[in-house]
């Protein structure tokens, strides 16, 4: 080497060493000034030594350092949310950190973590000072964080009345709601106070949100009389309905607040009807959220001295028809028939569905919620056949309004199914036998629950493939899946008679013609019968999986769906056939695998990993099957031509040519 080139090569391995030295003396500056920031109290500074490296290094590197992060959040942001002026006045000043520069915080209250600026930080934090020193710095006044709220919506839910005043005066923007459409009175309906501030300065008392509730909603819900009484005194619309048709007189019978329902009474004139109506929807929730029956009772004598009171008894309206899933039972109509129901708190709590269903209709939530809580008391007291009732009617209700991809009817059929295989399971065991119930669950409620999951299952499927994908809903289309391939099981194992296999033969076979894959792998159903990673989880079991019986891989299940015309080589997204998938060795069972073969299952075709189901099987110890009886002489050929990478396109018939690419990884 000459002595240029060997001159170049020192100065740039002196220059490497020199930007090595460099970049960790900023990173040391950097974690100095991170740390002195977190251990900060409000009143304390920077010390001398770090302001003063700091201070020598040039403006560019210097706003560089302030812009770290750690735990995503900057110098800047950790000053901020710990209440101290000074450092959050030296880093803007002299640093010049981004005011606007997001962090990460987490609301104490309900444990939340928003992406939000410093002064929404301190905003929430209740630092006053830091947020004067921020507005008076710049910071821009009305900044979202990553819900759409900005720092005084923000400030109000927190109840900081001095800097939401501070806020206000300094021109943030009083009306902006969030994305839900949230605005600051919303917000600030625990506060009397803050309330009037707002209304004072031009809040609009009937915004509503993404809902449609307003303030006063949201004040009846919380049992606020005195923000509600403030609210009505401004010009709250007592007769605003929510998306739910749920206006204030509804809210307060719904939420049990007595206090804001006697008020109401009081101060708007209603009709004798709905007067009557709102003491029944009152009791209603006495007896089903506060277990209180005397209080129910004396509503509902109430709400019928009221129907009574004018020259015409009120009649009550709709009509609703007798419901299997009610016990066929009607409403009270007199005193003795109410003194009857009151002396059985079932009976009780069957007439406040009634009312529930009368005065809201089948598809209010509240009604919903209702049928499958008061489902899961039932099913607490082993009445098995009465929660499935309830759960059955609130399944079949939610599909009709929403469909089988929204997640409360996912969650419906989750727990109708877990149920169901819950009751089967212990039926087979004799220590179970004394606490469930004799037929249960029958082969016709199985059978109902499968034809309501798959009416529109082949639309639904097409939904959501549709762009944007809807992450949510393609996970409840899976689950919906998995819980069809469950009640193929369960409606296998309740079928008493002939009539009932023809009609479960049918209702797959059409199943399985629409050809519906699950979104997330793109799995048919017979890979999901064979696989144990198939199970059914539901927020009102306890999913200890040691206490639940394994169905899948299942025999019974696999035959049926090839029966009714199952693809036997259909592949799923990883390019896996049903026979990969069995073949593995927490799926491996004998019968299955055979079952596979016999209905023409490939041995030798790969997938995307080259992983072929004649491999797993002769691998796995416990293997029997003759594998080498299921290898055909053509797919032999096929295995031979792509290993050794012969080509084969344009030389062989059309037909050979696909047979072969099927052996492709």
């Not at 735990?71 to 800047?76: A, E, K, Q, V």
């Not at 039972?329 to 009857?340: K, M």
């Not at 206490?547 to 090839?562: D, E, I, R, Y």
């Not at 199952?566 to 299955?592: F, G, H, Q, T, W």
Request: one cysteine or more; hydrophobic letters at 40%.
């Amino acid at each position: 080497m000459g002595k240029y080139s060997t001159n170049a090569a020192q100065s740039a391995a002196s220059t490497s060493t020199k930007q090595g030295n460099q970049h960790r003396t900023l990173e040391q500056i950097g974690n100095e000034l991170i740390r002195e920031c977190k251990i900060c109290t409000e009143n304390t500074r920077l010390s001398k030594g770090l302001r003063e490296r700091l201070e020598r290094l040039p403006r560019k590197v210097r706003k560089e350092v302030v812009r770290r992060t750690h735990d995503g959040c900057s110098p800047l942001f950790i000053a901020c949310r710990r209440g101290n002026v000074e450092i959050t006045e030296y880093l803007i000043k002299v640093c010049e950190a981004n005011t606007e520069q997001k962090g990460l915080y987490e609301v104490p209250e309900d444990r939340s973590v928003h992406c939000v600026t410093p002064l929404w930080c301190a905003c929430v934090s209740g630092k006053l000072p830091v947020v004067k020193c921020l507005v008076l710095l710049g910071s821009n006044i009305n900044a979202l964080s990553d819900t759409g709220s900005t720092p005084l919506r923000s400030a109000c839910f927190m109840t900081h009345i001095d800097i939401v005043q501070f806020l206000v005066e300094h021109g943030a923007d009083i009306k902006k709601p969030n994305y839900n459409g949230g605005t600051c009175l919303i917000n600030s309906v625990q506060s009397v106070t803050l309330c009037t501030y707002l209304i004072s300065k031009g809040a609009d008392v009937n915004a509503r949100d993404i809902q449609d509730k307003t303030a006063l909603h949201y004040a009846i819900q919380e049992h606020r009389l005195e923000t509600a009484q403030l609210l009505l005194e401004h010009g709250a619309d007592p007769f605003a309905k929510s998306r739910y048709g749920d206006d204030a007189l509804q809210t307060a019978c719904l939420k049990g607040a007595y206090h804001i329902f006697d008020f109401l009474k009081k101060r708007i004139n209603y009709s004798a009807e709905r007067l009557a109506d709102a003491h029944e929807l009152f009791g209603s929730t006495l007896i089903d959220d506060l277990n209180v029956t005397r209080g129910a009772v004396l509503h509902w004598r109430l709400a019928h001295q009221i129907r009574l009171r004018g020259p015409e008894y009120i009649c009550k309206r709709p009509t609703i028809e007798p419901r299997p899933a009610y016990g066929y039972a009607a409403e009270f109509s007199t005193i003795s028939e109410l003194d009857n129901i009151a002396a059985d708190v079932d009976a009780m709590r069957v007439q406040s569905l009634l009312i529930y269903e009368r005065i809201l209709g089948i598809g209010h939530k509240d009604t919903l919620f209702r049928l499958m809580f008061r489902g899961a008391s039932y099913a607490d007291a082993h009445r098995f056949q009465r929660c499935i009732d309830l759960w059955l009617l609130a399944l079949q209700v939610r599909v009709q309004k929403y469909s089988i991809l929204y997640s409360d009817t996912c969650l419906t059929a989750q727990a109708l199914v877990r149920l169901m295989l819950d009751l089967i399971d212990q039926c087979e065991e004799p220590v179970g036998l004394a606490f469930v119930e004799e037929g249960v669950p029958r082969f016709e409620d199985v059978y109902a629950v499968f034809s309501i999951l798959t009416a529109n299952i082949a639309e639904a499927r097409q939904l959501i493939s549709i762009r944007p994908v809807h992450r949510k809903q393609q996970e409840n289309f899976d689950r919906v899946m998995k819980c069809l391939t469950h009640l193929i099981f369960l409606v296998l194992a309740t079928a008493k008679t002939s009539s009932d296999r023809e009609l479960i033969y049918r209702a797959v076979h059409a199943l399985v013609q629409s050809n519906i894959r699950s979104a997330s792998n793109n799995d048919t159903l017979l890979h999901l019968s064979v696989s144990r990673l198939n199970v059914i989880k539901s927020g009102y079991f306890t999913d200890d999986t040691t206490t639940t019986k394994v169905v899948f891989p299942n025999l019974s299940v696999a035959k049926l769906l090839l029966d009714c015309g199952a693809d036997v080589n259909a592949k799923n997204e990883c390019k896996s056939p049903p026979l990969l998938v069995a073949a593995m060795p927490y799926n491996y069972d004998r019968d299955i695998i055979y079952t596979l073969l016999e209905h023409g299952a490939h041995l030798d075709e790969p997938n995307r990993l080259d992983d072929r189901p004649l491999n797993l099987i002769r691998d796995n110890p416990i293997n029997d099957i003759p594998t080498v009886s299921y290898l055909p002489l053509k797919c032999l050929c096929s295995t031979v031509i792509v290993r050794f990478g012969i080509p084969y396109r344009n030389q062989i018939p059309r037909t050979l040519e696909e047979f072969v690419k099927r052996h492709e990884p």
